[in-house]
T-cell receptor, first 114, second 108 residues
Framework: DGGITQSPKYLFRKEGQNVTLSCEQN?????MYWYRQDPGQGLRLIYY???????QKGDIAEGYSVSREKKESFPLTVTSAQKNPTAFYLC?????????????FGNGTRLTVT | AQRVTQPEKLLSVFKGAPVELKCNYS??????LFWYVQYSRQRLQLLLR??SRESIKGFTADLNKGETSFHLKKPFAQEEDSAMYYC??????????FGQGTELSVKP
């Protein structure tokens, strides 16, 4: 079954700890994205990558880091510098990253930091 | 600034009534616009895109460059249309910018 897999579904961490969210796709897509979804704020772009070994900051990159060492993987690390890390995180991919290329989304990871 | 605005957080209609979910955008170039939908307990998925000029599940959306709008319309709402709807703009740099979302509730 082709698609995007995010793991884990739920994640709990203590404040001050870094945590890494996994995102894997087997669609052979070039572009991958991380969004944060908060009630009333829609989806906000954290980071995106249009090609392996390259990525760009989105609108709310502070406190987050990513890597794109493999085409199929785009892990997101939520660092202790992120002031409000508790949120629902969505990963997505698209075939080319160009305008007009629709996104395919994962099921999301709900992160709770206490 | 590039921005997508969905002015309604919640839209509630009765089954069989027409529905229009509003979307306005701010973008200096030629926009590529999309509507995404998230049904309960399902992942976010593409509903339609303006370049296709298609009708999906009875929904249509027309790009109005003069009014910078891309409203989503359906003449007769069904209960299964109840979901969260997001309007999105894809810019030339590869970023997909989403609106805040509108929750559509179709009552029997």
């Amino acid at each position: 079954d082709g698609g995007i897999t995010q793991s884990p579904k739920y994640l709990f961490r203590k404040e001050g700890q870094n945590v890494t969210l996994s995102c894997e796709q087997n669609l052979n897509h070039d572009a991958m994205y991380w969004y944060r979804q908060d009630p009333g704020q829609g989806l906000r772009l954290i980071y995106y990558s249009q090609i392996v070994n390259d990525f760009q900051k989105g609108d709310i990159a502070e406190g987050y880091s990513v890597s794109r060492e493999k085409k199929e993987s785009f892990p997101l690390t939520v660092t202790s510098a992120q002031k409000n890390p508790t949120a629902f995180y969505l990963c997505a991919s698209s075939s080319s990253g160009g305008a007009g290329s629709p996104l395919h989304f994962g099921n999301g990871t709900r992160l709770t930091v206490t | 600034a590039q921005r997508v605005t969905q002015p309604e957080k919640l839209l509630s209609v009765f089954k069989g009534a027409p529905v229009e979910l509003k979307c306005n955008y701010s973008y200096s170039g030629s926009p590529e616009l999309f509507w995404y939908v998230q049904y309960s307990r399902q992942r976010l998925q593409l509903l339609l895109r303006h370049i296709s000029r298609e009708s999906i599940k009875g929904f249509t959306a027309d790009l109005n460059k003069g009014e910078t709008s891309f409203h989503l319309k359906k003449p007769f709402a069904q209960e299964e249309d109840s979901a969260m709807y997001y309007c999105a703009l894809h810019n030339q740099g590869g970023k997909l910018i989403f609106g805040q979302g509108t929750e559509l509730s179709v009552k029997p």
